[in-house]
């Protein structure tokens, strides 16, 4: 065990407290029973349980991943079964769920800030309990009270563990082309036949039992992803018999190798039994009800993986010594900390204000998850769920691009040290590549932005979008310089999406849909600086608020001066309508 | 074995004659034994070799990498030692070592571009015989006939490997402060006491001898790195008996996991018996001497693994189907290979504009080496040596940050595919993360480009640079939007050197040198493109050439529509004189 921080409490503390008004939060009817100390009490519970029981085995979960032994069960190391038990056992598995549905009932917002520990500490392990969450929530918004009362508590008390089969080996990004069958029997249960790829945490002895959400076609059903349909697939049914789920594979990883990964066939003897959830044909938008939070989830893993690697590193350069200022050139003075070397400065610079954007992007995005279910009114409520599902491509993307680069330069101010594996950041790196790939890839996350969300009611949520960020924007007289830039990003963004549209072709509308997506993630994350900006000012004075503040003031400079300005380049390209890759016959 | 081509033969065809005029070269008295015959048959042993008996290992050198035997010695896989003979029989260790000094005498030209088949077939495997040939070129140019009868000849021909050993675990980017001692002894030999770090091929059983060229200071020499030495020390004395030199340990690395990387004491029962390889206190001036072609080879290996990445992630491209064109939702026809998607054509040019540019920015260099040593003219001699200089910063950073930026495209182009060990790109991308680092990191490189290069001799070497590629300009009227937007690009490299070295303060002027190096390495690989453009048309005509044509067409246009523009913003903050990293105070 290190004394490593893996997270920065300080910096968690100020985005919910002094930015997002978490306390506000606290106030409505539905976060009755929590107050600050409550809150508080959550997040030094997450740390407490991250550090002594995720941490220490991130490591060698990494060295010995998941492998099928000798009695074909799935092996993990020691430690991964009481991390969980003790992340259940605290009752994180329902952090947002309402206490009324056996959960804690925390806002998401306070709920996410906590797992963000346990995605710093061992995002490996933390996948098992995550995907729970998810099937749960699924379970809770489409399933029958009879499907909760079955599957829901044992997977709040971590009994049951959850996944989620959508891929198939012919059908990864393309969910209209799966082949899965579930065919109806007289006793209105299915019997699904077919196999899914990728399936995180599909056969495990962590939990007594496993409940997969497995998306299938009812034969003579629509064609396509209106021909879905949400089947529940538990591995052990209720008179304790194995159901026909077999696993057929491990996926061998380059990081994140604590999760297993599976290769699952559904009904090699027959079918496997399983529960329509939702509607028939419906499964597709039941999954989807989850994958707005799903993404955001990525996008915090990302950005948790990324602060941790700064901290790391931060700490690295700052008891490292080597070499001496500029200029100073005489061997018989002591060698210098390498954070004052300007480079590694830069480096560690740029680590903070991508990765501490990423946590703050997740968190305000969680906070209209909480808007959007508890807001006063039905318009708040509507205008929370609407910017949400502008945001959600980028709070995916963004920080699964930014804080893996974060992670990159974490590796650069270690050299030689840090491309061992004697040091954890290489570690991060690897597990945080999968980030761009998993629940939508970066380019599926662009097309989704450009393509849907920047156009859905006439393209109100992106003006809402730009409306919000003008109404930061118009609040920042003491950032002249910001505000100005900022602006001019505004109004390119518009221009460009615009121009985009305007095309006639949706070949060339889409063709740059991923510069796109980085370039509007760029405005959005300079304006989450300018946030946290005032958010700092407001707490501490203009000029107040010790280190912290200073950090964040640098933060916000080095984002302003080196990376938004990144951007005018990409929105050049996409005004020009380029078709250099139509173009190119690919040979 | 794969059917997969692991470079491309065509591409290095057209580098070499049909761009670098190595046809020109053989007419000249060095090489007066070589033709296009032999030069061909050298190409495609390489390939074979790399293909035959470098390829087949390099998962499994990747998998089991090297480990201390319970014998003491070092266990690598199979195979490995069956290359570096067949590497060594074929005489490519002393590839370009004229043949009267016992060399195949080829241009290094020819002779990197034959390498680079290893590099891309098995990077941890090719290092041992490249640092060999380091090793080899250093004796010659610096050793007594003595030293080069006794150690070169075995060298040559496989019975003896060489390392270089400089870093220290208290020293790495910091060399003045190396601490290993040489005492002089009554016999003119010398006693080396230190412990040297990251020291690659430092202990194996791959060749029965090994010979370290050590770093080290002669007691009374002045401080810092006017005092440093260089010492050979072989592993065992030419009596047969075992010198004193321990292996202390073996990293393990994220990748490159090939190649043993160890941690050396010398001089733990006494003291290694050394020589003097070049003047007293001289040995740093000796070592660099080899840094310039040490720095082009570990770009050509960042390169090399790009472009073999590039046609990995193709092939896949081309096979996997997935998905429809825009707006084809009818899941009834059939899908389409992913390399018909525009976004994954653009992943698969981003590669091929960073891989095939690293590649010949890399030969260009190495054409260079050819022309300061066997021009005609003293004159030409001295100018491509100076240009050499100026260019290897950016010949060693720009491929190590672009090419593992085209392997982190090449992962994405197969999805999750890509992200497990089935495919090779993983391994590609963790072996790649390596060449940032060593041999001088990119920050190292990013001072000696701003601090040294473009200062030296007033400057004479940045404006050959510039001069140079104005000469290119100048014959591009076929592409006036190329032409335009690189002399505009070399307006700002000027201007920006100028304002950065009038700032009064060499930390103002050094604070953002790796924005610097990023900046011109783009205006100097949009240059490579439009060369590389000329020359196909020259060949071809500007309409001709086929798919091999249109794909460097793609590739350049590509560069100059998506990669060149990133340079204005770097500029504007270079000449702002930003002085965001020097004013935080990390905490």
Request: hydrophobic share 45%; net charge negative; aromatic share 6%.
């Amino acid at each position: 065990m290190t004394e490593q921080r893996i997270l920065s409490r300080a910096d968690l503390d100020f985005l919910l407290h002094d930015w997002l008004g978490v306390d506000d939060l606290l106030g409505r009817p539905e976060f009755a029973e929590h107050d600050r100390d409550t809150v508080d009490a959550v997040l030094e519970l997450a740390e407490q349980i991250a550090t002594e029981r995720f941490a220490p085995h991130n490591r060698a979960a990494d060295v010995a991943e998941p492998h099928v032994g000798p009695d074909g069960h799935v092996v993990v190391v020691d430690g991964v079964r009481e991390a969980i038990a003790a992340f259940a056992g605290a009752g994180f598995i329902g952090a947002s769920v309402p206490a009324e549905q056996g959960g804690t009932g925390l806002p998401f917002t306070v709920a996410r800030a906590a797992l963000a520990w346990f995605q710093a500490a061992n995002i490996g392990t933390a996948s098992y309990p995550f995907l729970t969450t998810g099937a749960a929530n699924l379970l809770l918004a489409h399933g029958t009270p009879e499907q909760i009362e079955a599957w829901v508590p044992p997977m709040l008390d971590g009994r049951a563990s959850g996944t989620m089969c959508l891929s198939e080996p012919q059908a990864g990004s393309s969910l209209a082309d799966i082949t899965t069958r579930a065919e109806p029997q007289p006793d209105g249960t299915y019997r699904v036949v077919g196999t899914k790829m990728w399936i995180s945490g599909g056969e495990h002895e962590l939990t007594p039992n496993i409940v997969h959400l497995v998306l299938a076609k009812i034969p003579g059903g629509p064609a396509g992803v209106k021909g879905i349909s949400l089947i529940a697939v538990p591995r052990f049914l209720s008179d304790g018999a194995r159901n026909d789920v077999v696993l057929a594979g491990v996926n061998h990883k380059m990081g994140y190798r604590g999760t297993v990964n599976t290769l699952l066939n559904f009904g090699e003897s027959g079918g496997a039994v399983g529960w329509l959830v939702g509607a028939e044909h419906g499964g597709l938008a039941a999954m989807f009800h989850m994958m707005n939070e799903a993404r955001v989830g990525v996008g915090m893993g990302a950005a948790a993986l990324g602060v941790t690697g700064y901290l790391h590193s931060l700490e690295y350069a700052r008891t490292r010594t080597q070499g001496r200022p500029v200029g100073g050139r005489d061997v018989t003075t002591p060698m210098i900390p390498i954070a004052e070397h300007p480079d590694v400065k830069r480096m560690l610079l740029a680590q903070k204000a991508y990765a501490e954007a990423g946590m703050a992007l997740g968190l305000y995005c969680s906070r209209l998850v909480d808007e959007k279910d508890t807001a006063p009114s039905d318009d708040d409520r509507a205008r929370a769920a609407l910017l949400l599902d502008v945001l959600t491509p980028i709070a995916k993307s963004w920080p699964s691009q930014w804080c893996l680069t974060a992670n990159d330069l974490a590796i650069q101010v270690l050299g030689g040290s840090g491309y061992t594996r004697d040091f954890p950041v290489e570690q991060f790196y690897r597990d945080n590549r999968l980030n761009p790939i998993h629940e939508g890839t970066h380019g599926i996350q662009a097309i989704d932005l450009l393509g849907r969300k920047a156009v859905m009611r006439g393209g109100a949520g992106l003006e809402l979008l730009l409306a919000t960020i003008r109404a930061t924007v118009g609040r920042a007289d003491a950032y002249p310089e910001y505000a100005a830039a900022l602006e001019s990003a505004l109004v390119r963004v518009e221009k460009t999406t615009t121009t985009l549209h305007a095309a006639g072709d949706p070949d060339v509308t889409l063709a740059n849909a991923s510069v796109y997506l980085e370039a509007v993630g760029h405005v959005v994350v300079a304006w989450i600086w300018l946030e946290q900006l005032l958010a700092v000012d407001a707490r501490d004075g203009a000029d107040g608020g010790g280190a912290f503040a200073e950090g964040k003031r640098a933060a916000a400079r080095y984002f302003f001066r080196f990376e938004l300005p990144r951007t005018g380049p990409q929105f050049d390209l996409l005004d020009s309508l380029d078709t250099t890759t139509l173009d190119w016959t690919v040979s």
